[in-house]
């Protein structure tokens, strides 16, 4: 370290004679060197480092840094949290009232105005319903279950079922399972038991059992008791849900449907019944209040048997709905569930309540 760093230079003469050849300096030279010369103060060496030295002199440190390596980095600020979800419902709540909405004013103006309009939505029901199981099955299993006779014999099994009751459904019932044993026929064998399995099984579950809606229709009160039947499997539903996310606990058939459970079916059983009675005994013709309790039992049951129902055919296919026709609902055969099944339940107990 250079020793201008600790003080100024020294001046002449502190450091003893000029150099050879220089002119003297005058009497103080002459007077200095009969003197003995002072010697030099003697100047600790200073640590490369400043080390324990300044630290015992609390000497502070250069005030910039020595190396880019001791440039202190300022962190990085931290990005901000992303802004929380919002959970939604699994549906559009709008859509699916809307869509509701919509669906009960086309029923209640055809059920009320002219009863051949109302049999006509019922086979444009069945046949949307029938394509749209049909296409999930091919889709996701590879069964080619005939559309084609499906779709014509299913609206003419609605149809008959209107004009000639019981006798005329079982007739096209028939008809239409063999239509799809000859129809399969025109390709090749592989797979014909089990895609004709399944096109029977389709003919049965979807337009026979809607036949017996249009069978309640051809009673003098047909459309009261058409709306009944309605009204009772909607507050069935209703009654599941309500009781069910407010107080359900004990799940119901976890391994088929996790979220219905048991305090909901109990909702659904009440709901009905007291349902039921209101509507037996101001609604239907020589109906009696503890008839409608009776029929209000019956379709929470098979209201719940026919959503499970469903609900099994769809997790063995690995799907949520059944289509995307109805915004906020899936397709047509996610509402049937619930009332194909119903419907042979409430005619059978109207006949034998009141007659047909």
Known sequence: MNDSSWGTPPTAGYWGPPDQGAAPAGPAYDEHEAQQTRPMPIVPDEPADGGDQDAGRGAARPGGPLFRDEIPQEPMPAAPPPPPQKKRAGRDLRAAIGVGLGLGAVVIASLFIVKA?????????????????????????????????????????????????????????????????????????????RDVTAGVFAAFYVPFLATFVAMLLRADDGPQ????????????????????????????????????????????????????????????????????????????????????????????????????????????????????????????????????
């Open 225 to 356: 008791r058409v709306l009944m039947f309605l009204v009772l499997t909607v507050v069935s539903d209703t009654g599941a849900y309500a009781v069910g996310w407010r107080f359900g606990t004990h799940k119901l058939a976890p391994r088929i449907s996790p979220g219905k459970t048991r305090e909901g079916l109990f909702g659904a059983v009440a709901f009905s019944m007291v349902a039921g009675a209101l509507c037996m005994q101001f609604m239907i013709d020589d109906g009696i209040w503890w008839q409608g309790l009776l029929l209000g039992l019956g379709v929470a049951a098979s209201a719940t048997l026919g959503d499970l129902g469903e609900s099994m055919i769809k997790r063995d296919l690995g799907i949520k709905d059944m289509g995307t026709l109805l915004p906020g609902h899936g397709g047509i055969m996610d509402r049937l569930d619930s009332l194909l099944p119903t419907a042979p339940v409430v005619w059978l107990l109207l006949v034998l309540f009141v007659g047909s």
């Open 117 to 193: 309009v109302f049999v006509g939505v019922i086979a444009v029901a069945v046949v949307v319903g029938l394509w749209e199981l049909t296409s999930r099955l091919a889709e996701k299993k590879g069964i080619k279950a005939p559309l084609v006779p499906l779709a014509v014999g299913g609206a003419a099994m609605v149809v008959a079922g209107y004009v000639r009751g019981a006798e005329g459904a079982w007739v096209a019932m028939a008809l239409t399972a063999l239509a799809v044993l000859v129809w399969r026929m025109t390709e090749p064998p592989e797979g014909y038991l």
